[in-house]
């Protein structure tokens, strides 16, 4: 199994893999042919009747012949390690829902939160689709009713009013965000037992195309800075 097959992520899947050419040993057989050169015309001045000008052209044969090996041998290494691939997505990074509770609320020391011990608790709701339909289908399915104590239309409010104590939130997990409302009030966030709501945020592109050195870059870029790991 190749590296590119041991990170793969749920979901993805390999349309074409491939390997470098050969061109990339041009460079080091260049130098070498001219080192080879350098040599026909070491001996070939060798055998004249000005002895000592065959020096210099043995120092460039061997010159070139060390550059060219290290090339070779860097083209070889080059060659083995990288592996090309074709994709149609690319996991950025997991979600799922979590509970966001206020630092002093009294479930805040526990690992995970069961909807039933929110249910009783005051919801600061998110109004926005499909966020407010699913948080319902969540708590339907389990049989409960949420306690909604506010229905608001931003992410920032309805973290700035939870670290306010004035309720709990159910969100979608976001990578690197940090532990404080907008009024650095702190924040705290669980998962649910059981888990609920898990996805990934992924790049997608048709199948047909091949992404460009640059696109590829800032997918890779996504992936390191908003680390494409289980959320936390």
């Known amino acids: ?110 690992d995970d939160v069961d909807l039933a011990d929110l249910a009783t608790k005051p919801l600061i709701m998110l109004n926005t689709a499909p966020s407010t339909e699913y948080t319902q289908l969540m708590f339907a399915q389990r049989g409960l009713k949420p306690n909604v104590g506010a229905v608001v239309p931003q992410i920032d409010l309805v973290r700035a009013m939870v670290g306010r104590g004035l309720g709990y939130s159910l969100l979608m997990s976001r990578p690197n965000q940090i532990p404080v409302s907008s009024e650095g009030k702190g924040l705290v966030t669980r998962h649910l037992r059981p888990r609920a709501g898990q996805t990934s945020v992924v790049a997608v592109w048709p199948k047909e195309t091949m992404l460009t050195a640059r696109a590829l870059a800032v997918i890779q870029y996504a992936v390191e800075v908003l680390d494409a790991i289980e959320p936390e």
């Open 1 to 110: 199994m190749g590296y590119v097959e041991r990170i793969l992520q749920p979901g993805e899947s390999i349309l074409h893999a491939a390997r470098l050419h050969w061109f990339i040993y041009l460079k080091g057989l260049a130098l070498l042919l001219l080192a080879l050169v350098c040599i026909m015309f070491a001996l070939a001045v060798g055998s004249s009747e000005r002895p000592g000008i065959e020096i210099p052209l043995w120092l460039g044969a061997g010159v070139l012949a060390l550059l060219g090996v290290v090339s070779a041998a860097a083209a070889m290494i080059e060659q083995a390690t990288t592996e090309l691939v074709l994709t149609e997505r690319r996991v950025i990074y997991k979600t799922e829902v979590m509970a966001v509770l206020g630092a002093n609320d009294s479930l805040a020391e526990e």
